[in-house]
């Protein structure tokens, strides 16, 4: 689209976009409707027909009557470049087989009412792409039948109300029929509606809930899929950047004469690190960057420089020292912050006849994507151009405006499939540093990062100790429940997080069993850590959950109960209660029961087994879904056996079972993954792991052959499901250990304390 | 709806020097390496060529996102020094497809095996090479393949092989 055709909109049209934008609300802002233009000369005639017209930010209808749906969000692996185009192609009426996918670019634009986006919300995070999805993309959909059908009314001149559409066409009551393709133009010259229009019900559903495979997965086992890392510029030099080891260590001095000596290497550039204490909202460290002609003279350039490090004020951090001071603090159980209080669980615990406790230790882990961190950029005298792979393409954006004085609107990010997020390009602190980079060179630059940088420079999930505690009357009720957290706060030099409780991603206030047990006590006490803290896939909640979930599972053991029944009783009669952290406002306690009952059943759950072999299980709510994991696992000399894994998964309606099962086989491969092997330790104020030999991502012969899903038929709203697969399954895992061996791990990772033990 | 575009940049115009040193056939076409000899293969590759399916992941041949074919047998590029992978056959994921996807590309569709797709080229040519050694592989076999998947691909990736291995089978007869 050129900036021409913007222009040409006329004031009319401007006008009645005005009016639609308050009856319809926010879908509508910076949307244009309906415009028309002859086929691009430069580009491949095949690829677009002889003629395309589009029909809203979304939607390209070509002459010959194939559909090209844009794809808004950022692609991490979650399916969002399949479902969300799926929503689109449902409420328009066409067959998928029309259908081409393309991805979309950052679409920010300046309104009359301030900043805005073309598409709406472009990022990935907290499992919300197909929610809001399911409201904007099927009424976008349903606005562009809407103009066809107007379109052919006009033709024909026949009511709109007696025309139905299938397949691509409109037909009328006589069997006549027009493709989209035909009126595509025609329908361009028709005001957009002035609400909202009418959209299907489920029973008329022809693509959403039926299984769909990656829209795009041909340029992918064919190796053309286009990531972020492989953008090139023919003028960009490739930087890599040697950082600083030290947590908020400085740079001292470096000495670059045999970098430069190096063939192909062009610059060598120092980078300022952020002050200590100041939100790490720009670049995570200090470093010196060099530039080359290539990826290999710039690795080589680097390995030969001699840097002197400060040191820094966390020059003495140790994970050992974390550990102990998180231990002192629940200890002393002093100077903590209320997270929920109900009831009153001192007096509780004063009454109980039995009471219960253990402490779970959660290591720091690293994103790991398998992309790692790159950002190709160019900076020109009043515009700039980014290719990243990204989850946060507003965070993007800003930053680079703030950094450059360019404005927003001049601020061209175009977007690709990403090699995977889990919170990782949240924070886009890989862009800063490009920017900084190619504004010192005066050059383009492709910034690389190698795996040791990103396992040394990442935004860690936190570090954290868990003390539980349960009290139990004569009856095994449990009349008291309390968990105190020690960790290293989420809450950490984030200026988006200012507001928010110290405790906002380590501790969620409602999460279970807040609600179900009258006396309840949670309670947060601070860590002091120089490591950098991030969002890592469902991020509070794997970091708690373990705990919950496995000390659940304890007190079952400890009490001679039933784990499942034990659960069951505490989720009580099917009912909904407020839950105001993400995923709210409720959380249905029948849901959750309803996902743990289907799981125990898959797994064969009370069965009494003669072979070695242990059952685990264990639930979780996560950003509005419900989710249940249980494992059969033997133990083989130094070998744990996965025999079978189950995950029973309720998020509502489904947009795509064949996506939605590949985010539950993936969570639950990715948390058993983390929870056996992986840790991120610091030393003398280092971060200890250098390359996967030092943080073991689990390979395929250690995976479970197969995790069986179950989906839950559900005609509830729909939630995101990139996390809920993750959760339950660590715990599941460790309970299973646990009917194995009679070992219980409340340490993570699993594997190494186990051995310890056995 | 703006384009973008969908391939990366041309190429640069200068990987062959006809009388450079170190002669390379590339998806079956010949290349001369003239820089470093010590320079991976993977970067030549990936900066040079602009054949960018095939994947930087570790850079000490861990993780296999760099999985090529050398002389049909599967290795890491990022491992491989370009002085050793002279005067051999390399073929990369962009190589595979001749007339058609060859049957694990086509598999892998069928399977619907990616996730986020940067591991998977690699995985694809892992599985080509078991494929040539062991044309029906049990379970154990699969599971020699080392290449790591964060997404947890892998029960799609052991159905995808396993139905590769059939295709291949029917294609032979």
């Known amino acids: 689209m050129s900036a021409d055709a913007i222009t040409t909109v006329n004031a009319g049209r401007r006008r009645f976009l005005a009016i639609s934008l308050t009856a319809s609300g926010a879908l509508l802002v910076g949307m244009r409707w309906a415009h028309a233009e002859p086929a691009a000369a430069n580009l491949p005639p095949d690829l677009l027909g002889d003629e395309l017209t589009e029909l809203g930010p979304f939607l390209r209808i070509e002459r010959d009557n194939r559909i090209v749906i844009g794809a808004r969000g950022c692609e991490i692996g979650q399916g969002v470049m399949t479902s969300l185009p799926m929503l689109i192609a449902e409420e328009l009426d066409v067959d998928w087989s029309q259908v081409r996918v393309v991805q979309l670019p950052y679409g920010y634009v300046e309104t009359d009412k301030g900043p805005s986006n073309r598409y709406g919300d472009q990022g990935a995070g907290g499992s919300t792409s197909i929610t809001d999805g399911w409201k904007e993309l099927r009424q976008a959909g349903a606005t562009a039948r809407w103009l066809l059908v107007q379109a052919a009314s006009r033709d024909w001149n026949l009511p709109a109300e007696q025309l139905r559409t299938e397949s691509g066409q409109v037909i009328a009551p006589d069997g006549r029929k027009l493709t989209y393709g035909a009126l595509a133009r025609s329908a361009t010259s028709i005001a957009p509606p002035e609400q909202p229009v009418a959209l299907k019900s489920p029973e008329q559903f022809r693509i959403i809930g039926k299984p769909t495979r990656v829209a795009d997965a041909r340029a992918i086992v064919t190796g053309r899929s286009h990531f972020g890392i492989d953008e090139y510029a023919a003028d960009a030099l490739v930087a890599v950047i040697a950082r600083c080891p030290y947590l908020d260590g400085t740079l001292d001095s470096f000495d670059d004469a045999e970098t430069r000596k190096v063939a192909g290497v062009k610059d060598v550039i120092a980078i300022p690190g952020p002050k200590p204490d100041e939100p790490l909202g720009g670049v995570l460290a200090a470093g010196v960057a060099v530039l080359a002609d290539s990826t290999w003279a710039a690795l080589k350039g680097r390995e030969l420089l001699k840097v002197k490090w400060k040191q820094g004020p966390w020059a003495k951090e140790s994970t050992n020292a974390l550990a102990a001071v998180a231990n002192d603090l629940l200890d002393k159980n002093e100077g903590g912050v209320a997270v929920r209080n109900d009831g009153d669980f001192a007096k509780a615990r004063k009454q109980a006849r039995q009471v219960i406790e253990a402490r779970y230790e959660m290591p720091f882990l690293a994103h790991a994507t398998m992309e790692p961190p790159a950002a190709l950029i160019e900076i020109r005298q009043d515009s700039v151009l980014l290719v990243a792979s990204l989850q946060s393409p507003d965070g993007a954006s800003e930053l680079i405006s703030q950094l450059t004085g360019i404005a927003r609107k001049d601020i061209e990010i175009r977007m690709t499939r990403a090699g995977g997020g889990f919170g990782r390009r949240l924070k886009n602190d890989y862009v800063a540093e490009a920017v900084l980079v190619a504004k010192a060179a005066g050059k383009p630059v492709k910034l690389m990062w190698t795996r040791e940088d990103d396992l040394q420079h990442d935004f860690y999930r936190p570090f954290g100790v868990h003390a539980m505690a349960a009290t139990l009357d004569r009856k095994k009720h449990i009349t008291g429940w309390s968990h105190r957290c020690a960790a290293t706060p989420r809450n950490y030099r984030d200026a988006g997080m200012k507001s928010r409780p110290i405790y906002t991603g380590c501790l969620e206030p409602d999460d279970f069993p807040a609600g179900l047990v009258a006396n309840l006590d949670k309670t947060f006490f601070s860590v002091a850590s120089g490591m950098p803290r991030g969002w890592w896939r469902a991020p509070i909640h794997t970091f708690h959950a373990f705990a919950v979930q496995s000390f659940i599972d304890e007190v079952a053991v400890a009490t001679r109960q039933d784990a499942v029944k034990l659960r069951l009783d505490l989720l009580g009669e099917p009912r909904k209660i407020p839950y105001k952290g993400h995923g709210g406002p409720t959380f249905d306690t029948g849901r959750l029961a309803d996902v743990l009952k289907r799981c125990a059943e898959k797994i064969g759950w009370g069965a009494r087994r003669t072979d070695g072999h242990g059952i685990g299980i264990a639930c979780h709510f996560t950003f509005g879904g419900y989710a249940a994991h249980a494992f059969e696992v033997s133990i083989d000399g130094s070998d744990l056996r996965i025999h079978r894994a189950v995950c029973v998964a309720d998020v509502g309606r489904v947009v795509n079972p064949l996506g939605l099962e590949a985010q539950m086989i993936g969570g639950t491969i990715d948390a058993v993954s983390a929870a056996l092997h992986l840790a991120i330790t610091v030393k003398d104020g280092q971060v200890q792991q250098h390359n996967f030999p030092d943080y073991p991502l689990l390979r395929m012969a250690q995976a479970p052959r197969n995790v069986e899903v179950q989906i839950v038929e559900s005609t509830a709203e729909p939630s995101g499901a990139g996390e809920i697969g993750v959760p339950s399954a660590a715990p599941a895992l460790a309970n299973a250990v646990y009917a194995a061996t009679t070992v219980r791990v409340r340490k993570l990772p699993l594997m190494p304390e186990l051995m310890r033990m056995l | ?173």
Not at chain 2, 143 to 167: K, M, S
Request: glycine share 8%; with cysteine.
């Open chain 2, 1 to 173: 709806m703006p384009n973008q575009p969908e391939h990366p940049a041309e190429p640069v115009k200068r990987p062959a020097r006809p009388l450079a040193p170190l002669p390379i056939s590339i998806n079956g076409k010949p290349y001369f390496h003239d820089g470093d000899p010590a320079m991976p293969l993977l970067w030549f590759l990936r900066d040079i060529l602009r054949l960018t399916g095939t994947k930087y992941g570790c850079g000490i041949g861990a993780c296999g996102a760099c999985t090529v074919l050398i002389d049909g047998k599967a290795v890491r590029s990022c491992v491989t020094p370009m002085q050793a992978a002279a005067n051999h056959k390399i073929t990369t994921i962009e190589g595979l497809e001749t007339n058609a996807l060859h049957p694990v590309q086509q598999a892998w569709i069928e399977e619907d095996v990616a996730q986020c797709g940067y591991c998977q080229a690699g995985q694809i040519m892992a599985a080509v090479d078991l494929l040539q050694r062991k044309p029906k592989p049990n379970d154990d076999d699969i599971a020699t393949i080392g290449n790591f998947c964060r997404c947890g691909t892998y029960p799609r990736i052991r159905r995808a092989i396993a139905r590769a291995a059939e295709l291949m089978r029917s294609q032979d007869k």
